[in-house]
């Protein structure tokens, strides 16, 4: 975050990790791991411990000498061993997987500098505000999905891959069936949501009286943390706790040069890390910067994310993304600057470096509580449904299928699905805009579509048509057919009509007064009304509608 501080825009983002990217990190690390150390080598290997790449029924115990050697490779230099000197050394699991994330972090950082130094932050005009909005609403009900198992008090198998939203809740319902819950952290869960829940509602609505509101946050974090201590929660009534909490930071390590040459995939999933996080970032900062009216600079942005990631990458951490979790909790406690995510910056270095321990017995169901309260504005911003639906309907659209293709198959992918869906309805409303015909409110200069503004009255003799969109190649077809319908006259057909009236009268077709001649008056005005009551976009069926109604009155009575 101090980081971000100097180079970011957004007055609410807070840099943290984020669910989505951290299981693609995982991911990413699996796979670059076994291209650093293909098949095993080099892997320190632990008794009891199987191999699966080696084959899945493969223990410690039946691995030969030979076998053993053979796992042995030059990745020792990598943590400043000379493998030539002590051949028996190798690297533990945890320090490879730790060095593959400092290389994929590295080079996703290294991605988002150069994009946003070369001004590729244009590419977020395609992040529309309904697609923004609908990928918050559906990170935050993902993160509502991950915390089950903390307020069941139960766990849940590792879950990944498409409708894991959905399995997350099948997987829940099932521990509930089967009684493998713990009644006390469903309490004290409840217990702690209610009490933040209404805390937070009491200091929205007191905004205006009272300056600072209640920190009930933390109060509940303290109590619970006490609570937990001195009345042995976790051993009296089984409620898990956070744990064990390391203090301080480990000291700088660079990433070894061998990930960067030893084959393409670490480089792969940094510039696909890279552009994922960036995307779920930029999202969720112009999401708050449209709640609360100010902007955000796209590229400027880009460069900070590239910042923090490459800084970072140096003091063993992984791709960093927004924090829609602790962006919430800024918001809900009235920070309007970065300078409140400074303040808590500054506060948790201090209790890193020096209390971090103390908070081990804090009850795991009430961080979860503490979240899904702060999410509750990312949730609700499905009440904007209905606005959309009124307004502009394919707004609506990619709301409904943003939404939809984030929770049926993931974050990242379901992102991908709404940009595209997003671009689609660009390009189909830019090949049929609508069109309708304009008339003049009365005792005004102003022209208004007469079908929607009452008064509007058409010019005698005037038909002024109005296309709402760029008119070129992909359009032109659908501009000629929605004008000559407008205004019911067809140069095509009324050439046919002049030339076959000239034949049969023997007088030339540029001769003839085509307006007057070959169409009457009564034709045009029955053509025209046969239009109005199709409304401004014309279907098949409504026409038909309209010239069943016209000929029924045109009949005479006594004949159905």
Same mark, same amino acid.
Request: proline residues 4%.
């Given at each position: 975050m101090l980081i971000y501080f100097i180079f970011g825009t957004s007055n609410h983002l807070n840099m943290s990790s984020q669910g989505a990217v951290s299981l693609l990190v995982g991911e990413a690390v699996l796979a670059g791991v076994e291209q650093v150390h293909?098949?095993?080598?080099?892997?320190?290997?632990?008794?009891?411990?199987?191999?699966?790449?080696?084959?899945?029924?493969?223990?410690?115990?039946?691995?030969?000498?030979?076998?053993?050697?053979?796992?042995l490779t030059t990745t020792m230099d990598m943590i400043g061993i000379n493998s030539t000197a002590n051949p028996d050394m190798c690297i533990p699991r945890a320090d490879a997987n730790t060095l593959v994330s400092i290389s994929i972090t590295m080079v996703a950082g290294a991605v988002q500098l150069l994009l946003g130094l070369l001004q590729f932050g244009f590419l977020t005009i395609y992040l529309s505000d309904p697609l923004n909005?609908?990928?918050?609403?559906?990170?935050?009900? *993902?993160?509502? #999905?991950?915390?089950?198992?903390?307020?069941? +008090?139960?766990? /849940?198998?590792? %879950? =990944?891959?498409?409708?894991?939203?959905?399995?997350y809740f099948v997987e829940a319902f099932k521990q509930i069936s089967a009684g493998n819950?713990?009644?006390?952290?469903?309490?004290?869960?409840?217990?702690?949501?209610?009490?933040?829940?209404?805390?937070?509602i009491i200091n929205e609505k007191c905004s205006k009286y009272v300056k600072i509101p209640i920190p009930i946050d933390i109060i509940v974090l303290v109590t619970s943390l006490l609570l937990s201590q001195f009345l042995n929660w976790e051993t009296e009534l089984d409620i898990s706790t956070v744990g064990a909490i390391e203090r301080g930071f480990r000291a700088p390590t660079a990433p070894p040069?061998? *990930?960067?040459? #030893?084959?393409?995939?670490?480089?792969?999933? +940094?510039?696909? /890390?890279?552009? %994922? =996080?960036?995307?779920?970032?930029?999202?969720?900062?112009?999401?708050?910067?449209?709640?609360?009216?100010?902007?955000?600079?796209?590229?400027?942005?880009?460069?900070?994310?590239?910042?923090?990631?490459?800084g970072m990458s140096w003091f063993s951490t992984f791709v960093s993304a927004s924090s829609i979790a602790c962006t919430s909790l800024h918001e809900s406690m009235r920070g309007k600057t970065l300078l409140y995510s400074l303040y808590a910056t500054i506060i948790t270095l201090v209790g890193i470096l020096t209390f971090a321990p103390v908070f081990a017995p804090v009850p795991k169901c009430v961080l979860s509580a503490i979240i899904l309260v702060n999410l509750k504005n990312m949730m609700m911003q499905v009440e904007q449904l209905p606005g959309l639906w009124?307004?502009?309907?394919?707004?609506?659209?990619?709301?409904?299928?943003?939404?939809?293709?984030?929770?049926?198959?993931?974050?990242?992918i379901g992102l991908l699905v709404g940009v595209i869906f997003s671009l689609a309805t660009v390009i189909f409303r830019s090949q049929a805009?609508?069109?309708?015909?304009?008339?003049?409110?009365?005792?005004t200069d102003i022209y208004k579509n007469v079908k929607k503004i009452k008064g509007a009255e058409e010019i005698e003799g005037v038909r002024v048509f109005k296309?709402?969109?760029?008119?070129?190649?992909?359009?032109?077809?659908?501009?000629?057919?929605?004008?000559?319908?407008?205004?019911?006259?067809?140069?095509?057909?009324?050439?046919?009509?002049?030339?076959?009236?000239?034949?049969k009268t023997g007088a030339l077709a540029s001769n003839l007064d085509i307006r007057t001649e070959v169409m009457d008056k009564e034709e045009i005005k029955e053509q025209l009304e046969i239009v109005k009551a199709e409304g401004s976009h014309p279907d098949d069926r409504a026409r038909q509608l309209a010239q069943a109604s016209k000929s029924k009155q045109q009949q005479p009575d006594g004949l159905g």
């Open positions: 293909p098949n095993g080598a080099g892997i320190c290997v632990e008794p009891n411990d199987t191999i699966t790449t080696l084959g899945p029924n493969l223990n410690f115990t039946d691995l030969t000498t030979e076998m053993t050697t053979t796992l909005s609908a990928f918050t609403c559906g990170a935050a009900l *993902h993160i509502l #999905s991950s915390q089950l198992a903390n307020m069941l +008090g139960t766990t /849940l198998p590792p %879950i =990944s891959g498409v409708g894991k939203f959905f399995v819950v713990n009644v006390a952290s469903i309490i004290v869960c409840l217990v702690s949501f209610a009490v933040l829940l209404a805390v937070k040069v061998e *990930h960067f040459t #030893s084959g393409t995939g670490i480089i792969i999933n +940094g510039l696909v /890390l890279g552009i %994922i =996080s960036y995307s779920l970032s930029v999202s969720v900062a112009k999401t708050f910067a449209v709640r609360y009216g100010y902007e955000v600079d796209s590229n400027q942005e880009m460069i900070a994310y590239g910042a923090v990631n490459f009124r307004t502009n309907r394919y707004d609506f659209a990619i709301w409904l299928v943003t939404l939809a293709a984030i929770l049926g198959i993931d974050l990242p805009p609508k069109a309708y015909l304009l008339g003049r409110v009365p005792e296309f709402d969109g760029a008119l070129y190649f992909a359009s032109a077809e659908n501009f000629r057919t929605r004008l000559f319908r407008q205004v019911a006259m067809n140069p095509k057909k009324i050439l046919a009509k002049a030339k076959a009236h000239a034949k």
